[in-house]
């Protein structure tokens, strides 16, 4: 009979197997009443599981993780019911829980309204408030497949036709009537749940990811442990929405895209000068770091790919093309072949090592239609890549040396909190399980001595590699993946890079390779929704404009402005028949850093009248002060 193990070390013995809600009331009336799930030797179960051999059970509540999960994944549950009951013949498909919320999948004719979101909205509440109560049955394949299509559920027959005969089907009954197909676990009935959720938009999605598949509606949703954290989280999605790089871009005037040429950038002036002394700044950090600049090929031979082990494990994310010689071509999709015939070049000595090789190299990958979105998911960007050619020794301090740098260049563009994950061999991999333990290791150890927080990601590595991923928290709270680290053992070989170490003898380098921002593109729309397009006067792409109040002051106004341009300040002059009440507005609204208004007083006493950006203060100074100051906040900042 089974002997229990609770999370506080407590032993409870049974003269017979039990659930998840005895052992609660054995256990407290306080925790029966939060309990939501249970895990049981590390695996989530309902609390109407069978305990029936010795194990260690955590009993999970709303304060878990896996406790808000199963609250969203019930709510998605509980919304397709509320969908079936207010729009028969609508079929179900999926509905997962996603990062701060939940989805699901609908297939139904006419598109859903806002109005109808708020219908389904009610409804759910209604269900919560029934308490329908949590069944957990296991059906035969064949029965299911039968039972869902004569029902119509034709999506719903094709999952399960998909699943593996070995594993077991599982379908959640809520209530008397309305059951899924699911693997759980699930709460033991609808109002445990509470009324902490909201829908929030509509969208396309095709069934399976796959555009030639049908087009199925998309209801997100998200769901929370009380009132105050869905509102705070509402909260958020409101300031996000008001901080979306896309529509300050149009109002900054950075760039646009086109449908000519989807997921590719149309960088206007401005958004060039930011995206420019970005890679100013970068260079500048990457020289004194003992980096060295090179330059590769955009389009190269399948051969190499293929030597690489891109071509086998990356092939359908390639843009290819076939010559008239028969010879097929591919985009590069990443910078690092063309990298290690930089290397090749020359005899290398281990004196040689490190070898710091940096590239700003453009790359294209091809993303689905429907995954594009804005600066943050394209299919051609820039790489501040760089690759490290090392000794195995070399390797923790090269590590820990990009970490550092990677930190540093953070908290100089704002970013203060920085978490690590490190991702270990995936299943679909290159390279010996010997080479994988001995890059495991020495990456992980590299984590261990930069004493940063960090977590763990089973199976999420590189196919070459494992990898530290570096996650940046920006102003609202929101979490962005973006510099990585990864250790190679594997591509150097395969491309036949070689040094002579201390014995004379030829030997395989180990190839680091590393991204600080990830892509500039995308990492400049983090920094636009970061700083609500207020961004810090050295970055900004338009520092200043200096405004004429009248045609009379247009030569004042035009000899500052270029004063300002020879001081490499970043400035334009407006000198249009308009208020000045007009042209605050209008660079304002272009999120400009300073107004400088140059008016018949002004003139007269060799000042300026300074308007900054967030204050509605206006402030005078004297013309050589205001330019001094300006040059001084133009530094680049080298923490």
């Given at each position: 009979?089974?002997?229990?193990?609770?999370?506080?070390?407590?032993?409870?013995?049974?003269?017979?197997?039990?659930?998840?809600?005895?052992?609660?009331?054995?256990?407290?009336?306080?925790?029966?009443?939060?309990?939501?799930?249970?895990?049981?030797?590390?695996?989530?179960?309902?609390?109407?599981?069978?305990?029936?051999?010795?194990?260690?059970?955590?009993?999970?509540?709303?304060?878990?993780?896996?406790?808000?999960?199963?609250?969203?994944?019930?709510?998605?549950?509980?919304?397709?019911?509320?969908?079936?009951?207010?729009?028969?013949?609508?079929?179900?498909?999926?509905?997962?829980?996603?990062?701060?919320?939940?989805?699901?999948?609908?297939?139904?004719?006419?598109?859903?309204?806002?109005?109808?979101?708020?219908?389904?909205?009610?409804?759910?509440?209604?269900?919560?408030?029934?308490?329908?109560?949590?069944?957990?049955?296991?059906?035969?394949?064949?029965?299911?497949?039968?039972?869902?299509?004569?029902?119509?559920?034709?999506?719903?027959?094709?999952?399960?036709?998909?699943?593996?005969?070995?594993?077991?089907?599982?379908?959640?009954?809520?209530?008397?009537?309305?059951?899924?197909?699911?693997?759980?676990?699930?709460?033991?009935?609808?109002?445990?749940?509470?009324?902490?959720?909201?829908?929030?938009?509509?969208?396309?999605?095709?069934?399976?990811?796959?555009?030639?598949?049908?087009?199925?509606?998309?209801?997100?949703?998200?769901?929370?442990?009380?009132?105050?954290?869905?509102?705070?989280?509402?909260?958020?999605?409101?300031?996000?929405?008001?901080?979306?790089?896309?529509?300050?871009?149009?109002?900054?005037?950075?760039?646009?895209?086109?449908?000519?040429?989807?997921?590719?950038?149309?960088?206007?002036?401005?958004?060039?000068?930011?995206?420019?002394?970005?890679?100013?700044?970068?260079?500048?950090?990457?020289?004194?770091?003992?980096?060295?600049?090179?330059?590769?090929?955009?389009?190269?031979?399948?051969?190499?790919?293929?030597?690489?082990?891109?071509?086998?494990?990356?092939?359908?994310?390639?843009?290819?093309?076939?010559?008239?010689?028969?010879?097929?071509?591919?985009?590069?999709?990443?910078?690092?072949?063309?990298?290690?015939?930089?290397?090749?070049?020359?005899?290398?000595?281990?004196?040689?090592?490190?070898?710091?090789?940096?590239?700003?190299?453009?790359?294209?990958?091809?993303?689905?239609?429907?995954?594009?979105?804005?600066?943050?998911?394209?299919?051609?960007?820039?790489?501040?890549?760089?690759?490290?050619?090392?000794?195995?020794?070399?390797?923790?301090?090269?590590?820990?040396?990009?970490?550092?740098?990677?930190?540093?260049?953070?908290?100089?563009?704002?970013?203060?909190?920085?978490?690590?994950?490190?991702?270990?061999?995936?299943?679909?991999?290159?390279?010996?399980?010997?080479?994988?333990?001995?890059s495991e290791e020495a990456l992980l150890t590299a984590i261990k001595e930069s004493k940063l927080e960090y977590s763990i990601n089973k199976g999420e590595g590189a196919f070459y590699g494992p990898k530290i991923e570096f996650v940046l928290q920006d102003a609202i709270g929101r979490d962005w993946q973006c510099g990585t680290l990864q250790v190679d053992f594997n591509l150097p070989g395969r491309l036949g890079a070689s040094y002579v170490n201390k014995s004379g003898e030829k030997q395989i380098p180990v190839m680091l390779h590393r991204a600080l921002f990830g892509s500039l593109e995308?990492?400049?729309?983090?920094?636009?929704?970061?700083?609500?397009?207020?961004?810090?006067?050295?970055?900004?792409?338009?520092?200043?404009?200096?405004?004429?109040?009248?045609?009379?002051?247009?030569?004042?106004?035009?000899?500052?402005?270029?004063?300002?341009?020879?001081?490499?300040?970043?400035?334009?002059?407006?000198?249009?028949?308009?208020?000045?009440?007009?042209?605050?507005?209008?660079?304002?609204?272009?999120?400009?850093?300073?107004?400088?208004?140059?008016?018949?007083?002004?003139?007269?006493?060799?000042?300026?009248?300074?308007?900054?950006?967030?204050?509605?203060?206006?402030?005078?100074?004297?013309?050589?002060?205001?330019?001094?100051?300006?040059?001084?906040?133009?530094?680049?900042?080298?923490?």
């Amino acid at each position: 009979m089974p002997n229990i193990q609770l999370l506080d070390g407590k032993k409870i013995s049974f003269t017979k197997s039990i659930n998840g809600f005895d052992l609660l009331k054995k256990i407290s009336k306080s925790l029966e009443k939060k309990a939501l799930i249970m895990q049981v030797d590390g695996n989530l179960k309902d609390l109407s599981f069978e305990i029936k051999k010795d194990c260690k059970v955590k009993i999970i509540t709303s304060v878990d993780k896996d406790g808000l999960d199963v609250l969203r994944h019930d709510a998605a549950h509980i919304m397709a019911m509320s969908v079936q009951e207010l729009f028969p013949g609508t079929q179900v498909t999926i509905g997962p829980v996603i990062e701060n919320g939940f989805y699901y999948d609908f297939a139904r004719k006419e598109p859903f309204t806002s109005d109808d979101l708020l219908k389904i909205e009610k409804k759910m509440a209604e269900i919560v408030d029934r308490d329908v109560k949590t069944k957990r049955e296991v059906w035969d394949r064949n029965k299911a497949i039968k039972h869902f299509k004569k029902i119509g559920e034709k999506y719903k027959a094709e999952i399960i036709e998909s699943i593996p005969k070995s594993e077991e089907l599982s379908i959640y009954h809520h209530g008397d009537t309305w059951y899924d197909l699911c693997r759980g676990p699930h709460l033991p009935s609808s109002g445990k749940i509470g009324k902490a959720f909201k829908l929030t938009k509509v969208s396309g999605a095709y069934w399976r990811g796959d555009s030639k598949n049908e087009m199925l509606q998309r209801i997100y949703g998200t769901c929370w442990s009380n009132k105050e954290q869905l509102d705070l989280y509402i909260k958020r999605l409101e300031e996000a929405e008001k901080r979306d790089h896309r529509k300050l871009g149009k109002e900054m005037n950075l760039f646009h895209f086109r449908e000519e040429s989807p997921g590719s950038v149309f960088w206007h002036d401005k958004g060039w000068i930011l995206f420019q002394r970005l890679v100013e700044y970068m260079r500048f950090r990457q020289r004194l770091a003992g980096y060295k600049e090179i330059n590769t090929p955009e389009l190269l031979d399948k051969t190499l790919w293929e030597k690489s082990g891109h071509w086998e494990k990356f092939s359908e994310h390639m843009f290819t093309s076939e010559t008239p010689d028969e010879k097929t071509f591919a985009i590069k999709p990443m910078n690092c072949p063309g990298c290690v015939q930089i290397f090749n070049q020359g005899l290398k000595s281990y004196r040689d090592l490190p070898l710091k090789l940096s590239e700003f190299g453009k790359v294209h990958r091809y993303e689905p239609s429907g995954a594009l979105h804005g600066l943050l998911r394209v299919r051609a960007f820039t790489q501040d890549d760089a690759h490290i050619f090392c000794t195995e020794e070399q390797i923790t301090q090269e590590c820990l040396s990009v970490t550092n740098l990677i930190i540093d260049i953070y908290k100089s563009l704002g970013f203060e909190k920085v978490i690590l994950k490190y991702s270990d061999r995936p299943e679909k991999r290159v390279g010996d399980d010997k080479i994988w333990d001995k890059s495991e290791e020495a990456l992980l150890t590299a984590i261990k001595e930069s004493k940063l927080e960090y977590s763990i990601n089973k199976g999420e590595g590189a196919f070459y590699g494992p990898k530290i991923e570096f996650v940046l928290q920006d102003a609202i709270g929101r979490d962005w993946q973006c510099g990585t680290l990864q250790v190679d053992f594997n591509l150097p070989g395969r491309l036949g890079a070689s040094y002579v170490n201390k014995s004379g003898e030829k030997q395989i380098p180990v190839m680091l390779h590393r991204a600080l921002f990830g892509s500039l593109e995308r990492f400049i729309g983090i920094l636009i929704e970061n700083y609500a397009g207020k961004l810090p006067f050295w970055l900004s792409p338009s520092q200043a404009v200096v405004c004429s109040i009248a045609e009379d002051n247009n030569n004042y106004a035009k000899n500052l402005f270029e004063d300002l341009f020879k001081e490499g300040i970043k400035c334009d002059v407006d000198l249009r028949n308009q208020k000045i009440s007009y042209k605050i507005r209008e660079h304002s609204l272009a999120k400009t850093p300073m107004i400088l208004v140059c008016g018949k007083k002004e003139e007269q006493d060799k000042t300026v009248t300074v308007r900054t950006l967030g204050s509605e203060k206006q402030e005078i100074f004297k013309r050589e002060d205001i330019i001094k100051r300006m040059i001084q906040s133009n530094k680049m900042p080298l923490n």
